[in-house]
């Protein structure tokens, strides 16, 4: 969800773990208090800190710690053993003020209404800001020292080992490394800059008004987020319908104010590329992790090309709800209604058998996981909606945000999350500090791969014609939305940065008839395959990843690389488990796209969104064969 842009700029990272807080690709929110759900299951925070008084007395110590840094300024070249010293001292630093901001994050998701928590974040934010500020100038007098010194000290100094990969990650990025002055500028902008996703976070999370509806069944719903994701997918269309309209209706109230936020987010991201030196602002977001544009554009251009089985999909939905006619508001009921439910027990033991080709190792972190505190499970009033893993605390264990509602999609989001929390668990093993942290290409991946093996898993029972068209169907429904979904975002992203970039004016209305003319597109409205109401097209306004700077499309490519590893899981590749666990292990170490391309998935190329289409085909001849042997 974040990506450690957040703390430092691209030219002046230094090391440490990104900030590894991942959403689910659906929109798991939290819900009223008044729903019927179990007794909530909270995280045990004490491992990061026993108090607030402990919190308190460890930001006082820190704020200390990061003014003390200055003193390294103008002396990184004197010699091997000083350039370690400052290194080692910036990045224990930045390790101890990742425990402050972590506690202060996840304190402050547990009830989003509490302002002194929302305080103290704002707090932890500011002294990571001050930290940006006084680290400014390692980039520019890295530079200044110049490679051939710096490599010098690299062979001299066996402590610089653990720097290394950044120090010389920090010399690629030269030509964007601007002067002290100018990257103490820049950092001392972060809370600035993070201004538009704190306001839109506390906006829809909090402030915002939403309808209330009866339901067919005279039940009365108050239509928040959670609300949505629920009923959006029944089984009754009249419903579905209602639903869309009401709460769609609510966010068109604030077309004007959400476009503002996500326009002044926009600009500010392609004024830092353009400070930077960047050819545009998908280059300089792109820049930072060493993944080719061409990853990007490649990745849109087969979306187009796979359109025709996306709409195949479509018109297999339309024929197994019986429909005459495709809306956008009948693509989130099941294709066939399933009634069983799952409590947080059977997520585990479901968790547990689909990663058996993971290997011993992989399910003994699960099972350690699994027995400790921590998690965060039941949606609750306040509580942050979504779910995601947060593994910043280098030496302590992950923790995970759910909002688990019983459903067989929370099953699969319980899996996604705790893909991230092994992933973040086997890179600590294998990696110092510095290089633990994992880009989001490969963390994805970690996810998706784990959603596939349970997919496969739940395929491999002895099941009945229609729990196999449940789970093939939730299959299905899985590669739409985190493929042709997340790709679709991309480029919404994509062209709203690139109109900001041509000079024209941003509004909420313009950004809903970008989204509405890629709804069109992408749903085969003017070939007949599916009605996209008008008035739906606000929903840009709903998707919180629009402010992480080109961050969703890499669940679009997590998701065929990580078919491309699960499939060669199923089919008994011997070697696939190893190469698997050596790209979550390698951490930080490597650059993500190089790091996979050596283990044979080139997101650059057509060959892993070919793979995941393929699948997709299949599992609609599946679903074909079994509509056709029954006379459906």
Known sequence: MMSRDTWFAPAAAVGGLIVMMMTTTTIATAQDADRSQPEQVEWDLDEIYPSYEAWNRSKTQLEERVARLAIYRGRLGESAAMLREAFDAITGTEKELARLYVFAFLKADEDRRVAEAQERRGLAAALLSELNETVAFVSPELLRVGSETVERYLAEEPGLAKHAFNIRNTLRQEPHTLSDEAEQVIAATGPVVQGPERIYAMLTSSDMP???????????????????????????????????????????????????TLDTHVKTHVFQAKARRYENALDAALSGPNIPTAVYHTLIEAAHRHLPTLHRYFRLRRRMLGLDDLHYYDIYPNLVASERTFDIDESKTLTLSSAAPLGNHYLALLEEGFGGAWMHVYPQMGKAPGAYMYGDVYDVHPYLLLNHNGQFNDVSTFTHEWG?????????????????????????????????????????????????????????????????????????????????????????????????????????????????????????????????????????????????????????????????????????????????????????????????????????DQIEEILDRRGN
């Open 210 to 260: 939403f309808p209330t509806v009866t339901l067919s069944t005279d039940e009365e719903v108050r239509l928040d987020q959670a609300a949505y994701s629920l009923h959006r997918a029944s089984q009754h269309r009249d419903d579905r319908k209602l639903v869309f309209d009401r709460f769609w209706g609510a966010w068109k109230a604030y077309e004007t104010s959400l476009g503002q």
């Open 420 to 620: 991230h929390a092994i992933h973040t668990m086997l890179a600590k093993e294998q990696n110092p500090y510095e290089t633990a942290g994992y880009a989001t290409f490969t963390a994805e991946i970690a996810s998706t791969t784990n959603e596939v093996l349970l997919q496969e898993y739940m395929l491999g029972q002895d099941i009945s014609d229609d729990e196999r068209l449940f789970y093939l169907g939730t299959a299905l429904e899985a590669a739409r939305g985190t493929f042709f979904r997340q790709v679709m975002f991309a480029e919404f992203e994509l062209k709203i940065h690139e109109l900001v970039e041509a000079g024209e004016a941003l509004s909420g209305k313009k950004m809903t008839g970008v989204y509405e003319a890629l709804l069109r597109q992408y749903h085969g409205a003017d070939t007949g395959v599916m009605t996209i109401d008008p008035a739906y097209a606000v929903e840009w306004a709903f998707i919180p990843h629009f402010y992480r700077n080109f961050y969703v499309f890499q669940y679009a490519t997590s998701i065929a690389g990580g078919t491309m590893f699960a499939e060669r899981f199923l089919t008994g590749d011997e070697q696939a488990r190893d190469d698997y666990l050596a790209v979550l292990s390698a951490g930080g170490s490597r650059y993500a796209y190089e790091l996979l391309r050596e283990y044979g998935i080139d997101l650059a190329t057509d060959a892993p969104y070919d793979a995941l289409i393929a699948r997709m085909d299949r599992v609609m």
